[in-house]
């Protein structure tokens, strides 16, 4: 690929993150994470033809391989992941296979930590940790993963046999920031001044994920989560206004409005200012949340009438399996996509 210089008045660097292995780079292919669209597809492929491999194994060991799901990393993408997993199996594939029963896999949350959503309070780790093992999940914390392969994973000296494998266990910073020979920290994120600016480089700002940002008077800096990175893109295009009118720059300043994990159908955990929610009320916090930052009225009219019918109904619509790539013992022509409807997986098998 040809380089070529690409000139500019304003430069703003939002790369985001990537998953990170702890030094073993080689678990990323049997154990994705979650960062983007296309790890969303996949792992959502992955879980699917995790089901028909079971629905079409005899032997009972390995019908249990396939049903079993370990999520490793117990922060708010590892407790929504493995809810996720648990309701999928309970509610939505509860009808769609005849040899399996779904509501008898088996999901595992593992965490290195002595409790899960470290980054909340432990009365709401509690909490979420209840709701988690309601559904069926059990959560294991104080768990070092030592090797992860396609068959499973390894705590220590314990073997837990699972087709599926997910990764929420750490991010680090995009390695864009050090490709640029800009100073970083050792998380790979690019160190800023006070107004979000690169040292030396006025005109070029770092956000977000990828930005090592830390406040006045704290000694840590602000954490690669959504309210962070956006509260940081209004700042800086009101600087870059500053910039053009002649005005000078300010420094940022985030406002901390609260965080929250969605667990499952109606369960999450919130803490917004010194107020503590969980259960039914914290999800519908969190969902009036994400309503609210959709983009005009027609989006979060339809996200509503589309979550609603889910909701009440129980339904996903189509399960779409999407890739050539074969994982659980699947068999199917490479030049056909694999369809899952609401009906019988063995009526639509080939």
């Known amino acids: 690929m040809v380089r070529r210089p690409i000139q500019f008045n304003y430069l703003v660097l939002a790369p985001g993150a990537r998953n990170f292995y702890f030094g073993h780079n080689e678990w990323a292919q049997v154990a994705p994470g979650l960062k983007d669209l296309d790890d969303a597809v996949e792992i959502r492929r992955r879980v699917l033809l995790a089901f028909e491999a079971a629905e079409r194994e005899a032997d009972p060991t390995i019908r249990r391989r396939h049903l079993s799901f370990v999520v490793i990393g117990g922060g708010p993408t590892g407790v929504e992941l493995a809810g996720a997993i648990a309701e999928l199996a309970t509610y939505v594939l509860s009808r769609d296979f005849r040899s399996i029963r779904p509501d008898a896999t088996r999901v595992l949350l593992l965490e290195g930590g002595p409790r899960i959503l470290s980054s909340f ?43 599926t494998v997910l990764w929420a266990a750490g991010v680090r910073a995009s390695a864009l920031g050090q490709q640029l020979g800009l100073k970083t920290d050792r998380q790979d994120r690019v160190i800023v001044e006070s107004d979000c600016t690169v040292p030396e480089h006025s005109n070029v700002f770092v956000i977000g994920d990828a930005a090592n ?35 000078p720059q300010e420094s940022f300043h985030y406002r901390d409005k609260g965080i929250m994990a969605t667990i499952g159908r109606s369960r999450a955990v919130a803490r917004i200012g010194n107020i503590r929610l969980s259960g039914f009320i914290a999800w519908l916090a969190w969902l009036r949340l994400h309503i609210v930052y959709l983009i005009d009225f027609r989006n979060r009219l339809l996200v509503l009438i589309d979550w609603a019918w889910s909701y009440f109904t129980y339904q996903r619509g189509s399960r779409l399996i999407t890739g050539r790539r074969l994982e659980a013992g699947a068999v199917r022509d490479e030049s056909a996509t694999s369809v899952t409807s609401n009906k019988k997986s063995s009526d639509n098998a080939a």
């Open 121 to 163: 309070e432990p009365v709401l780790s509690e909490k979420a940790q209840a709701s988690l093992q309601a559904m069926g999940v059990e959560v294991k914390t104080g768990t070092h993963v030592t090797s992860i392969d396609s068959g499973g994973v390894c705590v220590g000296q314990e073997r837990i046999e699972a087709t």
């Open 213 to 247: 940002f830390t406040p006045a008077g704290d000694s840590e800096p602000l954490p690669g989560v959504s309210p962070v990175a956006m509260q940081q893109g209004r700042f800086v295009a009101r600087q870059i206004a500053r910039s053009i009118e002649g005005a």
